[in-house]
């Protein structure tokens, strides 16, 4: 990377907008918003050639505290957001931030397409297996026999989402897991995420300290994937289906061409484009 | 010069090659130097179910179909029987059918029309290749005067692709069902002016609509295919490219809209189209483009509702939605031409109002707008662009304190673009104070409530608003497609020395009290027109405006079009106290 | 917190490479103690983000005197991951996941302990292992004050008394927004 630019060297903090989080103390949230100024204070990326895009959810407030530019949206509907961005301004890094639930119930129709579409972007997904913003429901990641959610006191029974097996058969192009409890290795792998083509997707276990402070205990149980990331995407889908959901790095470097359709005039006159109406 | 036309309404099922017959035929006729219109009107089937063209030519430009249809052809004419009520006839109306194309429908001896048969199958089976829509398109430009070159000269642009024995065996056919077509019938093809010297053009409400947009300066569109907005988009599609822009088939609505959020808070100009169904899935985020001042422009192409209703049918059942279907106090415009050529103008013009406010705009066309073919005049050009109101800026540097969402006193405040050094914010639908930060303060709310308020009240939006044409203490109020017929059915009235005032309304919201208590000015009696089983419209009036005592309502739901004639109708009934 | 001992894999061979050791530690001591003091504010609990504002302010102090240290210098310029903490992360610069809402003042000091002890434990493993001469002293020196602040948080402690069980109890439960 070039350190050396005409513009001045911007430090992680340099990265962040001043505005103080409202997540609880403790919450893994904040590691993660420490990665995220990390890795693009690695890349040095200008903030204002950044877009933070957001849905609803405790993660999703993540726009609001970096000194990019952001968008907060409506609940699910950060990909289409950031979709829509990107596809419009090709020349800007942007990177989605949100939860579980926005991300796989609520955005699940987005997620499996905007795997498929392979934009070029970056979707940071901070999974804590629970909708804290609400008081702890069950989200579609939680574990069948978790018994605290109130709307599933019994526990939901159902088999919890493999966002990242789903993500690889969908067609993401860059796969990996990390641990908010290590911030600087999430800051490498977020850096990683935004530099390679199309649409990467880096799922963060990030604990809810208020509804599953259970979850405190995964920085002693995640450890590094024992292989190098692959680009066999069969290769992948075993790794991924076999693992139990703790072993951090990236998995996947797939190599499918992003969609980015050029945004180039061809006509002088709009005029032109009338002509087909003459009689 | 007064108004001559010609109704004529092509049926058929199964393949029969109708609608492809009725673009040739309105082609030809445009060719001939006349106006004209072509409604497409089809069963559910997407292959082979019945089908027919409603097709009126005039010496004039015209924007809705007659009272009824005085040439009929049933290449198919069990198929005829589903149109009956889309198809008036008159005892000097002739329907030319096959005898050995399937039975006649039952309802088809109700018909006060001349039967008369034309063995167009047969025809087609003596020439190669021959398909009974060229002996039957022979037929009808026998029987209304066209040439036979002329015929000829639109089956060479128009079938050519498909080669040359083709584009014979269609010759020959058209020749053998214009030979048959000479002594059919008498006819008397009222006299059309060769109008040469204005420019004229064909085109679809979809296709102005999508014009609009892109004079407008739209430069990226997200949508779902959904009947009957999706020609909007494959029109789109084709052109955008070559504009520099580019349309996105979503996965979604929600996906729809959402991109156009995104891409327009990233500086493109952007619309989606929909119909009833995808607007309802649309509006939470219409609503986020409201809080967060995203300017998008929704078109919604309204068909039959609720529900999936009569999805290929018109209706103007989406005014409640789209005036009130947002959650939360959200200001927002809401706009529908009521024309064809009106289809370009009035997208146009939102594109510029969501540009300049800074706010969302839904567009209410319709299907009978969207997919009606007209042969009209060349819609004139507009000069305003899309603008938005950026930050000043200095040394490429947006200026210090940028303020996203500050008070001013216009309420729009400047945008900036992500790129912009300096103009760094985060878009929020949740409530947010001046610099956009999160906020729960009930000033902040108030504050920003009224400033998205403020905004769209105080605009200038000039005499677009609405259109207010002739005069009188009579008048007719209405909106959308429903104003065709109205105009047709108060210039007849004028002929007649009867001079009665329309109100045309292009801006449903925000409203406009003071510019509507002067149009209303002198109005003692108002006939409210709308194709609305709830009599939406008549609601919506009610609650922005203050009507006159005397104040009626013509409602019915869609998809039966109103007629010149019954609107004239309930208008000499005004007296007699049998109105509703 | 750093639950693992700095071992094994760290080997620095220059001083410059210390210092900027040194100077990453001390930022990320900056910046995790002024997210607390913030986090402790957004959560009304005003004194222990007076606190942590105060430590905040020391860290910052520390940047200074490793800045000086450091004057005429080339420091190399590594990313966060660069830095070859044994635990990955660095020693003053983790444990967020410790801080809670109703934290008093002798938790947020014995999580800064933490941090500084850590410290000690890297710097004294750097003059334990390095070859380098200079980086051996300055090592050393690093250790002295690093128990220094160690000592300081120790009396700081002592005007606190350690909390009873039950400290984090909420009587209301947790908000929807």
Known sequence: MNRNTACPHIEPRGYKSGVKPVWCPGCGDFGVLGSITKALSGLQIRPESTAIISGIGCSSRMPTYLSTYGFHGVHGRALSLATGLKVARPDLTVIATGGDGDGFSIGGNHFLHTCRRNTNMTYIVLDNQVYGMTKGQASPTTEPNWEKGKLTPSGTGINPFQPLVVGLASGANFIARCSSSDSNGTARTIMEAIRHPGFSMVQVLSPCVTFRPEQREWKKLVQPAPVEATSDAAQAARRLLTDKGLFTGILFRGSRPPYQPELKSSIENIAELEEEFCL | ?580 | ?177
């Open chain 3, 1 to 177: 917190m750093n639950d693992k001992p700095p071992g094994g894999k760290i080997d620095i061979r220059s001083s410059e490479e210390l210092l900027a050791y040194a100077l990453a530690m001390e930022i990320e001591a900056v910046d995790r103690f002024t997210d607390l003091a913030d986090q402790m504010e957004i959560h009304n609990n005003q004194e222990v983000a007076d606190l942590f504002r105060k430590l905040a302010e020391i860290e910052g102090k520390h940047v200074e005197n490793v800045n000086q240290a450091s004057q005429g210098k080339q420091l190399p310029t590594l990313l966060a991951w660069e830095f070859d903490w044994a635990s990955g992360e660095s020693p003053e610069g983790g444990s967020l996941e410790d801080a809670h809402y109703l934290m008093q003042p002798w938790h947020a000091i014995e999580l800064a302990m933490q941090g500084e002890r850590h410290a000690v434990a890297f710097f004294r493993h750097v003059a334990d292992t390095s070859s380098d001469k200079p980086v051996v002293q300055m090592a050393l020196e690093l250790v002295a004050e690093e128990e220094e602040h160690v000592a300081l948080l120790e009396t700081w402690q002592q005007r606190f008394p350690r909390p009873d069980d039950g400290w984090d109890d909420d009587p209301d439960p947790p908000a929807i927004l």
């Open chain 2, 1 to 580: 010069m007064s108004r001559q036309s010609l109704s004529i309404a092509l049926t058929g099922s199964g393949g029969s090659g109708v609608m492809t017959m009725g673009n040739m035929l309105l082609e030809a006729v445009a060719k001939a130097g006349w106006y004209g219109i072509m409604t497409r009107s089809a069963g559910p089937q997407i292959r082979g179910g019945e089908a027919a063209a409603l097709i009126r030519v005039s010496n004039m430009p015209i924007e809705s179909h007659d009272d009824s249809f005085d040439l009929v052809l049933a290449i198919d004419p069990a198929s005829m029987g589903r149109f009956v009520a889309e198809i008036p006839l008159r005892p000097d109306s002739f329907v030319i059918s096959d005898p050995q194309g399937g039975r006649r429908s039952s309802s088809l001896p109700e018909s006060p029309a001349k039967v008369i048969d034309l063995p167009m199958k047969e025809l087609a089976k003596s020439v190669k290749g021959g398909r009974p829509n060229m002996i039957a398109l022979g037929a009808i430009a026998s029987v209304i005067g066209l040439s036979e070159t002329s015929i000829f000269a639109i089956l060479k642009t128009m079938l050519e692709s498909k080669g040359a024995d083709a584009l014979g065996a269609s010759r020959t056919c058209v020749q053998a069902g214009f030979a048959a077509g000479a002594d059919l019938l008498e006819f008397n093809t009222p006299q059309m002016q060769q109008d040469t010297d204005t420019q004229r053009w064909g085109i679809t409400g979809n296709e102005a609509a999508g014009l609009g947009a892109v004079r407008g300066g739209v430069r990226f569109v997200a949508a779902y295919p959904i009947t009957p907005a999706t020609e909007v988009l494959e029109w789109m599609a084709g052109v955008l490219p070559s504009v520099g822009g580019v349309l996105v088939q979503a996965e979604d609505e929600l996906a729809s809209i959402n991109q156009i959020i995104g891409a327009s808070f990233g500086g493109l100009p952007s619309l989606t189209a929909t119909s009833g169904p995808g607007l309802a899935l649309m509006t939470e985020s219409i609503g986020l483009a409201v809080c967060s001042e995203v300017p998008v422009v929704v078109l919604d192409v309204m068909r039959c509702g609720p529900s999936t209703g009569i999805a290929t049918k018109t209706e103007q059942s989406d005014l409640n939605i789209a005036l009130n279907g947002l959650h939360g106090d959200a200001p927002h415009l809401v706009l529908a031409p009521s024309s064809i050529t009106d289809c370009v103008f009035t997208t146009q013009w939102a594109v510029h109002l969501a540009e300049s406010l800074q706010a969302p705009a839904i567009v209410l066309s319709d299907q009978s707008l969207g997919q009606t073919r007209a042969i009209m005049n060349r819609p004139a050009d507009i000069t305003f662009m899309a603008r938005r109101s950026v930050p000043a800026q200095s040394a490429g540097y947006v200026e210090e304190n940028y303020t996203r969402y500050a008070i001013g006193d216009s309420g729009v405040s400047p945008m900036a673009i992500p790129g912009q050094p300096g103009g760094q914010y985060t878009a929020d639908g949740l409530e947010h104070s001046q610099s956009g930060a999160p906020s729960s303060l009930p000033e902040d709310h108030l504050a920003q409530l009224d400033k998205r308020q403020h905004k769209i009240s105080q605009f200038n939006y000039g005499e677009h608003w609405a259109d207010i044409e002739g005069s009188g203490e009579l008048a007719v109020i209405s909106w959308g497609s429903t104003c065709g017929p109205i105009r047709e059915a108060l210039a007849r009235m004028r002929d007649q020395g009867q001079e009665i005032r329309l109100i045309a309304i292009r801006l449903l919201a925000p409203e406009r009290p003071s510019e509507m208590a002067a149009a209303l000015v002198g109005v003692k009696r108002l006939l409210v027109v709308e194709q609305s089983h709830s009599r939406q419209f008549h609601r919506y009036l009610r609650a922005a405006y203050d009507l006159p005592d005397e104040t009626r309502v013509l409602n019915r739901p869609g998809p039966l079009p109103f007629r010149p004639a019954e609107i004239m109708a309930r208008l000499d009934d005004w007296g007699e106290g049998t109105g509703s």
